[in-house]
């Protein structure tokens, strides 16, 4: 049998590192179905790593803990360290099964996550208080939002990405239910309480601009075709908190959703089913809320629901 030769590049050229990121993220793209914003991650972390590498793909063990030597010089956070080892991994993979390089210098890597912070959480009456802010002063789109958010627990990416079919209604459970396209562009199926509901038909019903009405977005954005962002969906929470008087500080779209699961753990909700409602591919990402209760109880999400478009 004749082996397949290998052929390095080292150093390489910038034009040959986007070349072969290009391929890379074809493979990623066919392969792996990750999204822009993971794909962009990638690509910037593996540009980084070669330019300090000055383009070369051959490399030494050595010389990826010289790296991860000069992230921490650098004071980059741990979780962020950890990040760009999980690209390079793939990248090297990759580059062994294309036949650019002939051994992987990255396998024997292993970091810890040292330090880890606990999420920020909000009890519960701080959580009551936010929601309370709505019983004084109208405001439908934040409301809706808000109980969108801790009511089924999205991260904010898919939040204001939401399309207003992705509301559905579940035959079994005679139910109100959400369609949420998360990371990897995975679809998982979260219940709607009847609070989260109400504030969304309320939300429907007091759109009058046309260009909002029509959109295919449950949250479009005024400025421009397409979504609310992220970033604009944080600063209406921020001040919402500093109206309840809240620090500002302690509020974020993600510590909503830990809140929403660590109350529902503190509730009875066991493990696994909170894990399916966040859609953690992990059980070890999500048993990170155990610091708040141990406690299993019951199962919350079960079945594949037979579903019907809501039309509001």
Do not use: W
């Amino acid at each position: 049998m004749v082996k397949s030769k290998s052929y390095h590049i080292a150093p390489l050229g910038i034009m040959d590192v986007t070349a072969i990121i290009d391929r890379f993220e074809e493979m990623l793209v066919s392969e792996r179905n990750l999204s822009l914003r993971t794909l962009n991650s990638y690509r910037t972390d593996i540009e980084e790593f070669l330019k300090y590498t000055e383009y070369k793909i051959d490399i030494s063990k050595i010389e990826i803990e010289d790296y991860i030597e000069y992230l921490n010089s650098k004071k980059a956070k741990q979780s962020s360290i950890m990040r760009k080892i999980s690209a390079l991994r793939q990248f090297f993979l990759f580059l062994i099964e294309e036949n650019l390089i002939n051994q992987n210098p990255i396998l024997e890597i292993k970091l810890k996550n040292k330090n880890k912070p606990l999420p920020k959480v909000l009890s519960e009456n701080e959580t009551k208080l936010l929601l309370s802010y709505f019983e004084k002063k109208s405001n439908p789109k934040l409301q809706a939002m808000l109980h969108i958010l801790y009511g089924a627990g999205l991260r904010v990416s898919e939040l204001v990405e939401l399309t207003k079919d992705a509301i559905i209604y579940d035959e079994n459970s005679k139910h109100y239910v959400l369609i949420v396209l998360g990371k990897g562009n995975k679809e998982r199926i979260v219940p709607l309480n009847n609070v989260a509901v109400e504030a969304i038909s309320n939300y429907m019903n007091n759109l009058h601009d046309e260009k909002i009405k029509f959109s295919r977005y449950l949250f479009p954005s005024r400025a421009k075709d397409g979504h609310m962002t992220r970033q604009g969906f944080a600063k209406l929470l921020k001040g919402l908190a500093n109206e309840v008087g809240i620090p500002a500080q302690k509020i974020s779209p993600h510590v909503i959703r830990h809140a929403f699961a660590t109350h529902l753990l503190s509730h009875g909700a066991d493990l696994r089913s909170i894990q399916k409602l966040l859609g953690h591919k992990d059980i070890s990402t999500t048993q990170i809320y155990t610091h708040i209760s141990n406690e299993k109880v019951r199962a919350l999400v079960e079945g594949n629901p037979n579903i019907k478009k809501l039309k509001i």
